[in-house]
C-alpha cells in the first residue's frame, strides 16, 4: 500500500534537510515519546535508527536502516525490524523553492494482512502520524 503527504516548510532546503536528518529533529517532529536504543549523531547511507516509541500506551519497536541518502534532496529508509508492520519504506523528498521547501512523505507499506486491513487500519494510522510529524515540523520551522 502507498501513502503521500507533502507541505511547504518556510526555510532554506538544507535547514530543513539537516533537521529531518537527525536524531535531535526526528525527536522534534515525531508526536510520540521515544526511547533511542541506536542511532548516530550524523544520518547517511547505512546509518541504523532503532528506538521504542509508545503508541495507545503499548510500547512499540522499531528498526530501520537508511538505504539512500543525497543531501538536500532525499534519503529513505527501510523497515528492519518493528510491529506491526511487515514491511515499511520511507522515502523524505525535499525541494527547493527559492527560500522554502517542499517536503514530502512516500511511504509504502504493509501489515502482511491483506490490501483491506492496510486501507482500513494502516492509511488512517498514518494520516494521523505524518498530519502530527507536519504540523510539529512547520511549528519547528516558525519558532526559530
Known amino acids: 500500500m502507498n501513502y503521500t503527504k507533502t507541505i511547504q516548510i518556510d526555510a532554506p532546503v538544507e535547514d530543513v534537510f539537516a533537521f529531518c536528518a537527525s536524531p535531535?529533529?526526528?525527536?522534534k517532529h515525531f508526536p510520540h515519546s521515544i526511547q533511542w536504543?541506536?542511532?548516530e549523531e550524523?544520518?547517511?547511507n547505512g546509518s541504523i535508527i532503532e528506538?521504542?516509541?509508545?503508541?495507545?500506551?503499548?510500547w512499540l519497536y522499531w528498526k530501520?536502516?537508511?538505504?539512500?541518502?543525497?543531501?538536500n534532496k532525499l534519503f529513505t529508509d527501510v523497515l528492519r525490524?518493528?510491529?506491526p508492520y511487515k514491511y515499511f519504506r520511507h522515502s523524505h523528498l525535499f525541494e527547493s523553492q527559492e527560500e522554502k521547501t517542499i517536503y514530502t512523505d512516500q511511504i509504502e507499506f504493509s501489515f502482511g494482512f491483506g490490501n483491506f486491513i492496510d486501507k482500513a487500519v494502516g492509511i488512517p494510522m498514518l494520516e494521523s502520524t505524518f498530519s502530527q510529524r507536519h504540523i510539529r515540523m512547520k511549528h519547528a520551522f516558525n519558532n526559530q
Do not use: P
Open 24 to 27: 535531535d529533529g526526528f525527536e
Open 37 to 39: 536504543i541506536h542511532t
Open 42 to 44: 550524523n544520518w547517511d
Open 51 to 58: 528506538f521504542k516509541f509508545r503508541f495507545l500506551s503499548i
Open 64 to 71: 530501520a536502516e537508511i538505504i539512500e541518502y543525497q543531501q
Open 81 to 83: 525490524s518493528s510491529f
